[in-house]
């Protein structure tokens, strides 16, 4: 059994939450393939938010004040992307389960460095960096992802500039003021 702060007893630890949100959003996500259309849409939006909801779950008390708003873009934008991008692969089994499994390891990477993100606002740790890397690498997935899915069907009327506008803003979006200055700042020396 996990300790929790404040003395209550949680029956799983934080990592064992965030394979158990991988394992359910990937089960959606391997299940949205099959649906064609504004369908599609519609089921990577409600994935997209579910993402949201089972982070904040994790996360709520390692979260204070606004601080913890960036921390949702990049998770809910990763299973979007890849939801849309199923429509794009072809439409075999082995792509299927091939890019199900790449999702996985991406969303378990992704969660695992928002929840760096969220202790980095409580106590200083050293794993900021190499969250940052993480996050910088599953943003340029998530880019490529948005631009591809361009010739979707429930996508047709979206200019590729718009999602390549889409995708910086939320990468922009993803680092606080105070961090991306201190990131800057490093890159200088």
Do not use: H
Not at 140 to 151: A, E, K, P, Q, R
């Amino acid at each position: 059994m996990a300790q929790e702060e404040g003395g209550g007893k949680s029956q799983f630890s934080k990592r064992q939450k965030f394979v158990v949100i991988v394992f359910l959003l990937s089960a959606g996500i391997f299940v949205s393939e099959f649906f064609t259309g504004t369908s599609t849409l519609l089921a990577s939006l409600v994935l997209a938010t579910l993402t949201d909801i089972l982070l904040y779950w994790v996360l709520r008390k390692d979260i204070r004040g606004t601080a913890f708003i960036p921390i949702f873009i990049l998770p809910f934008f990763y299973t979007l992307s890849c939801g849309l991008f199923y429509s794009v692969v072809p439409q075999r089994m082995i792509s299927r389960v091939l890019i199900t499994l790449f999702y996985s390891f991406g969303l378990y990477s992704l969660l695992l460095t928002q929840n760096i993100f969220a202790v980095s606002t409580l106590r200083t740790i050293n794993l900021v960096r190499s969250a940052r890397i993480v996050s910088f690498v599953l943003t340029l997935v998530i880019l490529f992802f948005l631009t591809n899915t361009n010739d979707c069907s429930c996508l047709k009327n979206r200019c590729p500039v718009c999602l390549v506008m889409q995708s910086i803003q939320m990468y922009w979006l993803s680092f606080s003021q105070k961090n991306f200055k201190g990131y800057l700042c490093s890159l200088q020396n």
